[in-house]
Structure formats: C-alpha cells, structure tokens
C-alpha cells in the first residue's frame, strides 16, 4: 500500500514552454502533498505545501507564479512549470501525507525537467 | 529553520562490514528524526523514523541511534550487501511542523 506515482517520469522541452507533472496516490487518500526540487548531489528542497481544495503554501524563495500548484482532489496534485528557463532543469518530487499520520511520507519516483 | 548535515559524501566499505552513517542537526532539537534511501533517478524510500525520547531503533539489518546531547543520527547497516548501494537520507521535522528538512545524503557503495 502507499504508492505514489509522477507521471511524467521525464520531460525535455523548449524554453519558455510550460510544462504539467502530475502526483497520484494510488492506493489511499492524500490530504496533504508535498512539492520538492533536487538538483544532483544535494539534497531535497521542499517547494510548496498543497492541502486538497485550498490553495498551495509556498517556501520562501519559490515563485508561486512560476511554480502553479493545484490539489484538486484526494488522489492528485500537479505542479505547472510556467515558462521553464534552462535553470528549472532538475529533478521534481512529490509526496503524499494522510490526515490520520503526519510522521510519515510516501514518495513518488520523480519527475526529470530538462529546458533546453 | 532546521539545517541537517549528513558530513560524508560517500562511504565505501566491504561486504559483511557495517556502514556507519552519521546525521547532525544544528538548530532546535527535531521530534523526528526519518531515515530514507534514494537509488539513482528514484524517489526517497522510507527505512525508518526514531522519537527524540527513543534512543535506538531497528529494523532487520538496520539500526538508528539518536543522542540529543550530541545532537546526533547514527544509521547502521550490519552485515552490508552490494544491494544495500544506495544514498541515505536523514530528515527531520518538529512536532508542530511537519514538513522534513532533508540532509545532503551519503551515498554508500559496498564492494563484493
């Protein structure tokens, strides 16, 4: 049980195009999900906090209009990158959080952007 | 915010030795402290969360320590296998706050 899954696990696209990743959880009911970025060899940076039907809490220095986050049910979470510049290449993560344990998160495999 | 510093990049070590993985924390003492291995081009995978009353924890080849006066994780891997290669997460988070901060990683390697 507890399965995450990103879909796409890779993009390439063009700069300045906007580019959509999806976060599912598969097998129960994600009120919260989480947004984070990982660039190689460092560590994973959390983005943006998104509790299903409000809107996204964002970390400071993340620009919410770049990075449109949108939690529309208790299953699926998208991340819109906006206008994606070559240094938005990296590897995005989500994760997923049920009401009833705030200690523990699932994973999804990841999602690899590169702008060219 | 809390500032987590896993001080080895990498760690190579043979099979059947047991690697020691060291995870520090500098600010506010976490409630939580999460373990988690990341393979290659993958998602972190949840291994183990240990209590700041809790002073050690296992599971099968693992072993976690937390030592509030050194401010300190250690993350053991007995008997290591060439699968146990892999980078290792440390996290943490406060109980009023639940979201992880994340440590840079070490990243194990076990030779056969």
């Known amino acids: 049980g507890a399965v995450v899954s990103q879909h796409p696990s890779w993009v390439i696209c063009k700069s300045g195009t906007s580019v959509k990743i999806e976060c599912r959880s598969l097998?129960?009911?994600?009120?919260?999900m989480f947004w984070y970025r990982q660039f190689p060899k460092q560590s994973l940076m959390l983005m943006a906090t998104?509790?299903?039907?409000?809107?996204?809490?964002?970390e400071q220095g993340v620009e919410k209009d770049k990075f449109l986050i949108n939690h529309a049910s208790l299953t699926l979470s998208t991340l819109t990158v906006t206008s994606a510049h070559p240094e938005d290449s990296s590897f995005y993560i989500c994760?997923?959080?049920?009401?009833?344990?705030?200690?523990?998160?699932?994973f999804g495999p990841g999602t690899r952007l590169t702008v060219l | 915010s809390q500032k987590i510093e896993q001080n080895s990049e990498a760690l190579n070590i043979q099979e059947g030795k047991t690697a020691t993985l060291t995870c520090n924390y500098t600010n506010y003492s976490p409630a939580y402290l999460q373990w988690y291995r990341q393979d290659p081009g993958r998602g972190p995978v949840f291994l183990l969360l240990i209590r700041e009353n809790e002073k050690e924890k296992r599971k099968e080849r693992l072993k976690v320590t937390f030592d509030t006066t050194l401010k300190q994780s250690l993350f053991h891997i007995t008997a290591s296998q060439p699968a146990d290669s892999a980078t290792y997460l440390c996290a943490s988070h406060s109980s009023n706050d639940y979201k992880l901060s994340f440590g840079a990683g070490t990243t194990v390697t076990v030779r056969a």
């Open positions: 097998d129960f009911q994600a009120t919260t």
């Open positions: 994760s997923a959080r049920t009401a009833g344990n705030y200690n523990e998160q699932f």
């Open positions: 998104s509790n299903e039907g409000s809107k996204a809490t964002y």
